[in-house]
């Protein structure tokens, strides 16, 4: 069983930076793929980072967030670390995971079967 809880997610100004943690509930989850999606009010889920298994050897960002954010994890959390936010990355921030020995970070919400509820980041101006 798969439950996913994220974490960090909170008020700051543009510029600043942020640290978001994604959980199995404190159980191992090296086993996974863990992806990194946003929700924008009034707009779609977007695919932000991806990490692969174990140790995350490969990873994969949106280019709206390429050389601002890091996607990296332990056994037991995936963290994303925003940097310069802005106020564009305003938004729900959702992990996902699957079940798999892929080596593609995929940055499809379908290939993920596991969802947290999601963690509010507000970006002022």
């Known amino acids: 069983q798969v439950q996913l809880v994220e974490s960090g997610g909170g008020l700051v100004q543009a510029g600043d930076s942020l640290r978001l943690s994604c959980t199995n509930s404190?159980?191992?989850?090296?086993?996974?793929?863990v992806g990194w999606f946003r929700q924008a009010p009034g707009k779609g889920r977007e695919f932000v980072a991806a990490?692969?298994?174990?140790?995350?050897?490969t990873v994969s960002y949106s280019d709206s967030v390429k050389d601002r954010f890091t996607i990296s994890r332990n056994e037991k959390t995936v963290y994303l670390e925003m940097n310069s936010l802005k106020p564009e990355d305003a938004a729900v921030y959702f992990c996902?995971?699957?079940?798999?020995?892929?080596?593609?970070?995929?940055?499809?919400?379908?290939?993920?079967?596991?969802w947290g509820q999601g963690t509010q980041v507000t970006v002022s101006s």
């Open positions: 404190g159980r191992w989850f090296s086993d996974y793929l």
């Open positions: 990490i692969t298994r174990n140790l995350g050897t």
């Open positions: 996902a995971a699957r079940y798999t020995d892929s080596k593609e970070p995929s940055r499809f919400a379908h290939d993920y079967t596991n």
